[in-house]
């Protein structure tokens, strides 16, 4: 972010802003550095934005999860999120955020899981930029219960894509 209010080429030092222009420097930013999605998530495919509609998608093909997902201690099963955000700094009104959440899906297993597609909509403003980004958790199911592991090791979430208007 110290990046980003640098590059504020508008506003004099120690008035600088956080500029839309200057929110592509966010892809590939990490959200949890002892837990990149690169490093745990092993699928080259990226979710869609449209922004003229505010519809986002992320297709999961089938798989075996535990061959595309990187197993961890204590975890039997994890969940892929797609987030999407609007930024405007000019229209506080423009906070919207979406979530879309894909099943449960065990990594223990050697069994290829069903194609799953995650689907999400913002109600775009106008002039808002939408940052979009992708996370997987880990999970423990207990006695017919999911439980997050969330000591900070294992969720990750990145900024995999920014929408100009």
Known sequence: MNRILRADEINGRGDRQVLATNLGQLIGLECNLKAQLKDVFFLKIRPTYDSATGDGAF????????????????????QIQL????????NPEADD???ARSTYMDIGK??????????LQLQPQPDATVLLMMGISYFQFVNGGYYPL????????????????
Not at 150 to 165: D, E, H, K, R
């Open 150 to 165: 969330s000591n900070g090791m294992y969720n990750a979430l990145t900024f995999v894509q920014v929408i100009q208007p």
């Open 83 to 90: 987030v999407a955000t609007e930024y405007d700094a000019q």
């Open 97 to 99: 955020v979406a979530i």
């Open 110 to 119: 050697s069994e290829v899981t069903a194609a799953e597609n995650l689907t």
């Open 59 to 78: 297709a999961i093909p089938e798989m075996i999860a535990k061959n595309v997902i990187k197993g961890l201690n204590g975890a039997t099963h994890v």
